[in-house]
């Protein structure tokens, strides 16, 4: 089946730096990707819609100078965090839907845990 | 303003025996509806889906059943297996207006004891 490949798992950064997650389609062109976060025992919550070749779509109650999406191939899409803060911890996952031809179900990266100490 | 609603947010059941994940909604315009599962610290996997045109969906051990009036649907695990252990999350999209945004719910920890 279709592979989100998510990269890094884990990454712990210093509160003020800058940290990049990056999300791949592996076997098929995404057009479009998703970005979410997942807090403790919280749901999915939908941040953003990565389009390629244009401005991703953020979800209300988003940062966008925060979360910098950017959607530079078919293949890849990658979040940046940037300066940090503790409250930016979290889990991190991205999604990418399969050509439609195929089905509508998203999948989805392994996620990316980022700690901000 | 929740959309995607399950009120259970844990389940526990017995090996062998039926495990039911209820969730409601509240968009009329889903039209299509999906159920993940998720391990800790992994991305969720997709399981089954069902489009608004029916009323049930099987596949092996899981079936999903919609109730477009009642705006609920529900996934049938049987028989339960302790691999079945995870937080199952129940998603929508209204697939006219936004096709690919996907609304998740927020989860039921289901635990299948041996």
């Known amino acids: 089946g279709a592979v989100v490949s998510q990269h890094p798992s884990r990454v712990i950064c210093k509160s003020g730096t800058s940290v990049k997650i990056e999300c791949r389609s592996l076997d098929f062109q995404a057009t479009t990707m998703f970005w979410y976060r997942q807090f403790p025992k919280k749901s999915l919550m939908l941040m953003a819609t990565s389009n390629e070749g244009s401005k991703a779509t953020y979800e209300q109650g988003v940062e966008k100078d925060k979360f910098l999406i950017n959607h530079a191939s078919l293949t890849l899409s990658t979040l940046t965090v940037t300066s940090a803060h503790p409250e930016d911890s979290s889990f991190y996952i991205c999604s990418a839907q399969s050509p439609r031809q195929v089905g509508t179900e998203a999948f989805f990266g392994q996620g990316t845990r980022l700690t901000v100490v | 303003d929740q959309q995607v609603k399950q009120n259970s947010p844990s389940l526990s059941v017995q090996e062998g025996r039926i495990s039911i994940l209820n969730c409601d909604y509240t968009n009329s315009m889903f039209d299509y509806f999906l159920w993940y599962k998720k391990y800790p610290a992994e991305g969720p996997t997709f399981l089954i889906s069902?489009?608004?045109?029916?009323d049930k969906n099987e596949d092996g051990r899981f079936t999903v059943f919609l109730n477009k009036s009642a705006k609920h649907l529900s996934l049938h695990i049987v028989p339960s297996q302790p691999g079945d252990s995870a937080v199952y999350f129940c998603?929508?999209?209204?697939?006219?207006?936004?096709?690919?945004?996907?609304?998740f719910g927020p989860g039921t920890s289901l635990s299948v004891i041996p």
């Open positions: 998603a929508a999209s209204a697939r006219k207006t936004s096709y690919d945004k996907v609304i």
């Open positions: 069902i489009s608004s045109i029916k």
